[in-house]
């Protein structure tokens, strides 16, 4: 699901940590030393688990925040872009703005479609 990302729990101590580092292949461990690693929410790591049991087909999907500026991929408005304004799970809510009129229309999307502009 996430090519060359591995999650461990947070090292115990300093050896540990210093063990893990020694790891052939290793390139960084996410944070800020030994003892402030990055921690991903158990909520995360507990939705990874289910979904890498589970028979279901996940595919990667563009890292998208609401705010965010974003482009149409596929389909009849390819190319457009606008600020995504609601991401919810397959439909999303695009805003498409003219500045020179200040004015807007909001148009639902496909998330599937859509990527970082």
């Not at 090292?11 to 991903?40: C, M, S, T, Y």
């Not at 990667?60 to 389909?75: N, V």
């Not at 408005?77 to 919810?88: A, F, H």
């Amino acid at each position: 699901m996430f090519p060359g990302y591995l999650f461990l729990p947070p090292p115990r101590d300093k050896q540990e940590f210093i063990e893990v580092r020694k790891a052939h292949g290793l390139v960084a461990l996410l944070g800020q030393g030994w003892d402030r690693p990055a921690l991903v929410p158990s909520r995360d790591i507990e939705a990874i688990h289910r979904l890498s049991e589970s028979s279901q087909a996940a595919l990667p999907h563009p890292y998208l925040k609401e705010g965010t500026r974003a482009r149409i991929d596929r389909g009849p408005l390819v190319g457009l872009e606008g600020i995504l304004v609601r991401s919810d799970p397959g439909k999303g809510l695009m805003v498409l703005s003219v500045d020179l009129l200040q004015r807007s229309v909001a148009i639902e999307v496909d998330c599937t479609m859509v990527s970082a502009a």
